[in-house]
Antibody, heavy 121, light 108 residues
Framework: QIQLVQSGGEAKKPGASVEVSCKASGYTFSSYGINWVRQAPGQGLEWMGWISVDNGNTNYAQKFQGRVAMTTDTSTSTAYMHLRSLRSDDTAVYFC??????????????WGQGTLVTVSS | EIVLTQSPGTLSLSPGGRATLSCRASQSVSSSQLAWYQQKPGQAPRLLIYAASSRATGIPGRFSGSGSGTDFTLTISRLEPEDFAVYYCQQYGRSPYTFGQGTKLEFK
């Protein structure tokens, strides 16, 4: 079965960077793109962006442009989300989710379990 | 960006009842590129409906989606105890792919 397993929680100080990983199994990694979605405590869902595993194309929400980088490692079937210049309002659970292979415009089929990133001085 | 407004914010019903959840978009959602997700506390969201009305794999038939343009509806025909959760709509027709603020379905 398709599974996405994310890395463990992180505690960071304002201004630092964080990298969250998402290891895929149960399918051919390049068959889906990977989206990243976050959820602040007690709040709703916020789409951050998408990366095509097949060709490396990305589509980032403008809100995160310049601060986020999404990458993949096909040798380990792992996707990464790197967010820099962290602020306290970046405190959230970050989810990876499968999506379109070549086009970001697709529903999010399968989700990782989430990674809590806490930003505090 | 497209703003999705879900109503009601909270819906109080009993098992066996019928739930109707609304999602209204600030602009027309192209090609009915709208999805519904269910989220329970401490869990990741689960895809229920995509393309406005297509059920995702393994989703029971009591869940149905409808609508087009700017008005979409998720209907749960006979509520089971496990259906009490928060439901989100998401449009993926125009980037950024925004979510509604959610509807909480709670026990009456």
């Amino acid at each position: 079965q398709i599974q996405l397993v994310q890395s463990g929680g992180e505690a960071k100080k304002p201004g630092a960077s964080v990298e969250v990983s998402c290891k895929a199994s149960g399918y051919t990694f390049s068959s889906y793109g990977i989206n990243w979605v976050r959820q602040a405590p007690g709040q709703g869902l916020e789409w951050m962006g998408w990366i095509s595993v097949d060709n490396g194309n990305t589509n980032y929400a403008q809100k995160f442009q310049g601060r986020v980088a999404m990458t993949t490692d096909t040798s380990t079937s792992t996707a990464y989300m790197h967010l820099r210049s962290l602020r306290s309002d970046d405190t959230a659970v970050y989810f990876c989710a499968t999506g379109g292979q070549w086009d970001s415009a697709r529903e999010l089929d399968y989700w990782g379990q989430g990674t809590l990133v806490t930003v505090s001085s | 960006e497209i703003v999705l407004t879900q109503s009601p914010g909270t819906l109080s019903l009993s098992p066996g009842g019928r739930a109707t959840l609304s999602c209204r978009a600030s602009q027309s959602v192209s090609s009915s590129q709208l999805a519904w997700y269910q989220q329970k506390p401490g869990q990741a969201p689960r895809l229920l409906i995509y393309a406005a009305s297509s059920r995702a794999t393994g989703i029971p038939g009591r869940f149905s989606g409808s609508g087009s343009g700017t008005d979409f509806t998720l209907t749960i025909s006979r509520l089971e105890p496990e259906d009490f959760a928060v439901y989100y709509c998401q449009q993926y027709g125009r980037s950024p792919y925004t979510f509604g603020q959610g509807t909480k379905l709670e026990f009456k």
